[in-house]
């Protein structure tokens, strides 16, 4: 029902930069039952720019760094700004208003930020710092005594909006369409629906409350989608706010990957190759130092490959090739003159060590052991 936000257009094309800006919050009754948040990021001091910690986050130069660092890596053109909630406190809300002034100094104006708040502390006075500072969209998770609080917020230079999650019961179905009336009344802006999520910290609660996963989904909760199209049908007639309805297939499949690839394609070596979900490919050789370096001069001298293309790592004894030269014969004839091994590496698309991780290995070849037994029986 309507034209999709930009913030929202922003983020399925993987433009958005997501700042975790602490798990602290006031634990709003209404939501924290169902809190998605992992315990670790539970901790106010859980900071980071899409999945990098920020460690100096005391420092609101050293975040803004960060920040900056993986917007330019994901070539982002917006951020948004989550927790916890980034307005739990007067404190915290000082620090985003100084962020977003930073971040449009140094990302331009047309750099888009969005920020989610439960509204349980929002006021007028917030409401007037985040319209000074730059934000140019609001999105409210109120429980029904806070519906009031958003008021603060229309008429001013940001888009104002609700986005909440489709809990398939009749009582939050009530919910919903009394916000949706509410923010109709008032003349907010939209109202975004999202996908009831079952994941590890929630899944024992939502379990005891008898919730499960829809059949074939690994984290849509089964009835939020039925009840999504029934509150569509319901409210339509009645009022002209624009509603949007995001599956969790298109955070998971959609959001996420685009957003790898956009930083593979940022951060890839001369070898490696991006992967259709955003992973580096690339074909590594191993063995001991001295035959894989013999293997790595022979390469650039007799095959002439271009020095680029290889990735020589003399204190592991590794070298770095393209993932191509897996199915070439040459190749593989060559390297079975070697007492080494080979595979396939596709890894997630980061050099910073506590976020690199192996997705998968694929072997190609290994002669280490058979050329040993041979060299003994001699």
Same mark, same amino acid.
């Given at each position: 029902?309507?034209?999709?936000?930009?913030?929202?257009?922003?983020?399925?094309?993987?433009? #958005? !930069? &997501? +700042?975790?800006?602490?798990?602290?919050? /006031?634990?709003?009754?209404?939501?924290?039952?169902?809190? *998605?948040? =992992?315990?670790?990021?539970?901790?106010?001091?859980?900071?980071?720019?899409?999945?990098?910690?920020?460690?100096?986050?005391?420092?609101?130069?050293?975040?803004?760094? #960060? !920040? &900056? +660092?993986?917007?330019?890596?994901?070539? /982002?053109?917006?951020?948004?700004?989550?927790?916890?909630? *980034?307005? =739990?406190?007067?404190?915290?809300?000082?620090?985003?208003?100084?962020?977003?002034?930073?971040?449009?100094?140094?990302?331009?104006?047309?750099?888009?930020?969005?920020?989610?708040?439960?509204?349980?502390?929002?006021?007028?006075?917030?409401?007037?710092?985040?319209?000074?500072?730059?934000?140019?969209?609001?999105?409210?998770?109120?429980?029904?005594?806070?519906?009031?609080?958003?008021?603060?917020?229309?008429?001013?230079?940001?888009?104002?909006?609700?986005?909440?999650?489709?809990?398939?019961?009749?009582?939050?179905?009530?919910?919903?369409?009394?916000?949706?009336?509410?923010?109709?009344?008032?003349?907010?802006?939209?109202?975004?629906?999202?996908?009831?999520?079952?994941?590890?910290?929630?899944?024992?609660?939502?379990?005891?409350?008898?919730?499960?996963?829809?059949?074939?989904?690994?984290?849509?909760?089964?009835?939020?989608?039925?009840?999504?199209?029934?509150?569509?049908?319901?409210?339509?007639?009645?009022?002209?706010?624009?509603?949007?309805?995001?599956?969790?297939?298109?955070?998971?499949?959609?959001?996420?990957?685009?957003?790898?690839?956009?930083?593979?394609?940022?951060?890839?070596?001369?070898?490696?190759?991006?992967?259709?979900?955003?992973?580096?490919?690339?074909?590594?050789?191993?063995?001991?130092?001295?035959?894989?370096?013999?293997?790595?001069?022979?390469?650039?001298?007799?095959?002439?490959?271009?020095?680029?293309?290889?990735?020589?790592?003399?204190?592991?004894?590794?070298?770095?090739?393209?993932?191509?030269?897996?199915?070439?014969?040459?190749?593989?004839?060559?390297?079975?003159?070697?007492?080494?091994?080979?595979?396939?590496?596709?890894?997630?698309?980061?050099?910073?060590?506590?976020?690199?991780?192996?997705?998968?290995?694929?072997?190609?070849?290994?002669?280490?052991?058979?050329?040993?037994?041979?060299?003994?029986?001699?």
């Amino acid at each position: 029902m309507g034209s999709l936000p930009l913030g929202c257009s922003l983020c399925m094309k993987g433009m #958005k !930069l &997501v +700042y975790f800006m602490g798990g602290d919050c /006031a634990l709003p009754s209404h939501c924290k039952w169902y809190c *998605p948040i =992992s315990v670790e990021r539970r901790s106010p001091e859980a900071h980071f720019a899409d999945e990098i910690p920020i460690k100096d986050f005391d420092s609101i130069e050293k975040t803004v760094e #960060k !920040l &900056v +660092y993986e917007a330019k890596n994901i070539d /982002a053109k917006g951020m948004s700004f989550t927790g916890g909630d *980034p307005l =739990s406190s007067p404190a915290k809300r000082d620090r985003v208003v100084a962020i977003i002034q930073a971040m449009k100094i140094e990302m331009g104006d047309d750099f888009h930020i969005h920020l989610y708040t439960s509204g349980t502390n929002f006021d007028v006075v917030t409401a007037e710092k985040l319209e000074a500072a730059g934000l140019d969209d609001l999105r409210f998770h109120p429980s029904e005594k806070d519906f009031f609080r958003i008021e603060f917020a229309i008429g001013r230079k940001y888009t104002v909006a609700g986005e909440v999650p489709v809990i398939p019961t009749e009582e939050n179905f009530m919910y919903l369409l009394k916000l949706a009336d509410h923010l109709d009344m008032i003349g907010a802006d939209f109202l975004n629906l999202n996908e009831f999520e079952m994941c590890a910290p929630n899944q024992k609660e939502l379990i005891k409350r008898n919730f499960h996963l829809e059949k074939n989904s690994i984290a849509a909760v089964d009835g939020s989608k039925r009840y999504a199209l029934r509150f569509l049908d319901e409210f339509h007639p009645r009022g002209g706010l624009i509603i949007h309805f995001c599956p969790a297939a298109v955070k998971d499949g959609v959001q996420m990957r685009e957003r790898y690839i956009r930083r593979a394609n940022h951060i890839r070596k001369e070898y490696e190759e991006v992967s259709e979900d955003g992973c580096l490919l690339f074909l590594q050789i191993q063995g001991a130092v001295q035959e894989v370096n013999s293997l790595y001069k022979m390469l650039l001298k007799d095959s002439k490959m271009p020095k680029n293309l290889l990735e020589m790592n003399p204190s592991k004894g590794t070298l770095n090739v393209p993932s191509f030269l897996s199915t070439n014969e040459n190749f593989l004839e060559l390297l079975n003159n070697f007492l080494v091994k080979a595979g396939i590496y596709e890894i997630l698309p980061f050099r910073e060590p506590e976020c690199a991780q192996i997705r998968e290995y694929t072997p190609i070849m290994s002669n280490i052991k058979s050329k040993l037994k041979k060299k003994r029986f001699k």
